[in-house]
C-alpha cells in the first residue's frame, strides 16, 4: 500500500475529507520522525512501539572487492509490535 492509498483508507474509515486525511497522516508521521529524532519513544498500547536503537561500531564487508571496511556506529529507528497487533495478523 503506497502512502497515497495510505491516505484514501484514512478519509474513508474517518469521514475525513482527502485533504484533511492527507493532512492528519503528515502531522502522525512528523510527530514520530521529531520524537524519534530526539531519542524519545511512542507506544501505542496493543499496536507497538516506536524507538531508537543504538548500533555499535562493527566490520563489514564490501560485496564487490571483498575487502573489509569499519561500518560506524549509528542511531537506527525500531519498531516492536504489540500483542493485539501480532494476534490480529496471525489471524487469531
Not at 493532512?23 to 514520530?32: G, H, N, S, Y
Not at 519513544?41 to 564487490?64: C, H, L, M, Y
Amino acid at each position: 500500500m503506497t502512502k497515497s492509498e495510505f491516505e484514501d483508507q484514512v478519509a474513508a474509515k474517518s469521514g475525513l475529507s482527502k485533504g484533511d486525511a492527507k493532512e492528519a497522516v503528515e502531522a502522525v508521521l512528523e510527530v514520530i520522525e521529531e520524537t524519534l529524532k530526539r531519542g524519545g519513544e511512542i507506544s501505542f498500547t496493543g499496536f507497538g512501539k516506536f524507538s531508537v536503537a543504538d548500533r555499535g561500531a562493527r566490520q563489514g564487508v564490501n560485496p564487490q572487492t571483498g575487502e573489509k571496511i569499519e561500518i560506524s556506529a549509528s542511531r537506527v529507528p525500531r519498531f516492536s509490535a504489540g500483542s493485539a497487533l501480532k494476534k490480529s495478523v496471525k489471524g487469531g
